[in-house]
């Protein structure tokens, strides 16, 4: 009996565990395992460039690569051995992905090439790169956003029609939609198109003869990017409940497991009065 409820103290110890420990994302593993070696865009390195590589491969055979390029070259496949002849010999290190890990690179990867057919387009991270930004960077794009700090070229400030919703920013207009987490729904490049190139003729009639600076686009984007993360952030809290609930089941059975070594002490007191 003891014996079982430490075992399901352990399984829930690994339950636990396995949910803290976040699952990685395809932009981690990248960004962790695959830059040192490999760019998406911007020449090559050790490796390269990966720049549309999933419409050069099929998928199947880019997981396999991914996983062992040894494995695949040594069972003569050909392909395999002319990119590893073309980049003179050098082998790359199998790397300890499942395939759903595998998937998800090779899905960052493709979402973060050059579109191919228009190579002059710039790539998701020469329009916003979310490392390169500072703090400095997103409280401009408030103060633009709000219009404390002016437009170089004039034009409304973005806040007489839009709010944005986060602590410290003041309460927006209603005029347009809210545009809080309008990063998640378009994605950097489309962002920035808009503020851009307005496809709305109230957007228009702001800021047609009135261009933002490329600072200035640059700034709102990191402000905007900012907003999307802390609400995101708000978001993914909600998912701790989970964690919180395994971590109270885990306490119940290690305050079981003490009750029962009691218990067993207390029996074996109440047999030994009786000699
Ligand atoms: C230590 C350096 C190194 C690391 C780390 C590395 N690679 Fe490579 N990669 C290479 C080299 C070198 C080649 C080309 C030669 C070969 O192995 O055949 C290559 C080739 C590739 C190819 C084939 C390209 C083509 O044109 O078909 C893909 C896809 C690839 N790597 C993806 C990845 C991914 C995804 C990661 C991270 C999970 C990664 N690599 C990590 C060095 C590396
Ligand atoms: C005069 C009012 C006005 C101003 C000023 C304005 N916008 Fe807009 N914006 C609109 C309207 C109208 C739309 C169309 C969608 C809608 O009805 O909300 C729009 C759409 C957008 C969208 C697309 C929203 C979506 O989810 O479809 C973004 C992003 C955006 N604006 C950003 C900005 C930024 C950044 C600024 C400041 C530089 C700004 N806007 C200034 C009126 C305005």
Redesign the pocket.
């Known amino acids: 009996m003891k014996c079982f409820v430490q075992k399901t103290a352990l399984l829930f110890l690994l339950i636990s565990f396995n949910l803290t420990s976040a699952q990685s994302t395809g932009q981690d593993i990248f960004s962790k395992t695959c830059f040192a070696c490999h760019t998406i865009g911007e020449g090559k390195r050790v490796g390269p460039d990966l720049a549309n590589v999933h419409q050069r491969r099929n998928e199947e055979w880019l997981i396999k690569f991914i996983q062992s390029s040894n494995s695949l070259i040594e069972s003569g496949d050909s392909l395999a051995i002319a990119v590893f002849e073309e980049n003179n010999k050098i082998l790359m290190p199998d790397q300890p992905l499942t395939e759903l890990e595998a998937k998800a690179v090779i899905d960052y990867i493709s979402s973060n090439s050059p579109d191919p057919n228009n190579p002059n387009t710039k790539t998701p991270k020469q329009i916003f790169d979310p490392t390169s930004i500072t703090q400095a960077d997103i409280d401009r794009g408030k103060n ?2 709000e219009g404390t700090e002016k ?1 170089e070229n004039g ?8 709010a944005v919703e986060m602590p410290g920013v003041f309460n927006g ?1 209603m ?5 809080t987490m ?1 990063f998640s ?2 994605g950097a490049a ?2 920035d198109a ?2 851009r190139t ?6 228009i ?3 047609g003869e009135n261009p ?1 600076t490329d600072k ?2 640059k700034d ?1 984007l990191a402000f ?1 990017y900012d907003a999307d993360q802390w609400n995101q952030t708000k978001k993914y809290s909600g998912n701790n409940d989970i964690v919180l609930i395994f971590a109270v089941i885990l306490g119940l059975n290690f305050v079981f497991v003490l009750f029962l070594f009691k218990w067993n002490r207390v029996k074996k007191n109440s047999v030994n009065s009786f000699r």
């Open positions: 633009l956003f437009f034009g409304a400030s973005c806040i007489s029609c839009h207009g005029l347009a939609k809210d545009i309008v729904r378009m489309g962002v808009i503020i307005p496809p709305f003729p109230a957007m009639n702001s800021f933002l200035e686009v709102l905007l």
